[in-house]
């Protein structure tokens, strides 16, 4: 009986510590201030699981393909967006959509702190609004912080981003090793939103949820 009762216990205990990281995701999803003139297009996209920011390969502010390996997208060297997401390393390189969720691995992901990586994607066309892409507007300086705060997240080696080899998704996007571990409060979601933040974007303090995120955005 003792057994059974610590059990339910146990149980109980953990539907409590997920329902209160679920409180505390929506109840920091709430806005704050930001005001400055903006010239400069962003786009986050959002499969329903992970979050991406979007920009440009190549403006007068920052070259993306000096900093990447250009040979790692010459199936698709027309690329005119890139797009950057962080996460966990096996959650990332495994489960793609909702069709691929993995209790296991989403619960290590979550529990444990796990390594990381960026994945990219090479985009020959310029993304448009609609409930899975959200635009922007930012300032020069909120597009220098942003391109910044993206190359930050990525492991360098021998001065550029170390690839992961043969792990792709449709053959035009590639993932590299990254800094950084992804645990219960620093998830993919978390790390876009303050992407936005470091871009000047009115945003939440803090959010995990790809929903949410793209929700009190609209």
Same mark, same amino acid.
């Given at each position: ?8 216990? !146990?149980?109980?205990?953990?539907? !409590?510590?997920?329902?209160? @990281? ?32 979007? /920009? ?24 005119? @967006? ?9 959650? @990332?390189?495994?489960? =793609? ?10 619960? =290590?992901?979550?529990? /444990? ?6 994945? /990219?994607?090479?985009?020959?066309? !310029?993304?448009? &609004? ?14 220098? %912080? ?21 792990? !792709? ?6 993932? @590299?090793? &990254? ?17 936005? %933040?470091?871009?000047?974007? =009115? ?11 793209? =929700?009190?955005? %609209?």
């Amino acid at each position: 009986m003792i057994i059974i009762s610590q059990t339910i216990t !146990t149980i109980i205990g953990g539907f !409590t510590l997920v329902i209160m @990281y679920a409180m505390l995701g929506l109840i920091f999803s709430y806005h704050i201030p930001y005001s400055g003139a903006a010239n400069h297009q962003i786009f986050i996209r959002s499969n329903g699981i992970h979050t991406d920011i979007c /920009v440009p390969v190549s403006n007068d502010l920052q070259d993306w393909n000096e900093f990447l390996n250009a040979d790692d997208f010459k199936s698709r060297s027309n690329a005119t @967006y890139y797009s950057f997401g962080w996460g966990d390393r096996d959650f @990332y390189t495994v489960i =793609k959509t909702w069709d691929d969720f993995s209790f296991p691995i989403a619960f =290590k992901a979550l529990m /444990v702190p796990t390594e990381t990586a960026m994945h /990219v994607e090479a985009l020959n066309y !310029t993304p448009s &609004a609609s409930d899975h892409c959200l635009s922007f507007e930012i300032t020069d300086e909120g597009y220098k %912080k942003l391109c910044e705060y993206i190359e930050s997240s990525f492991y360098i080696k021998d001065s550029k981003p170390l690839l992961i080899p043969e792990i !792709t998704y449709y053959g035009y996007d590639r993932f @590299y090793e &990254a800094n950084n571990s992804y645990h219960v409060f620093e998830t993919c979601n978390s790390w876009t939103n303050a992407g936005l %933040k470091n871009a000047g974007v =009115k945003t939440a303090a803090w959010n995990i949820f790809a929903i949410s995120l793209m =929700k009190f955005h %609209k």
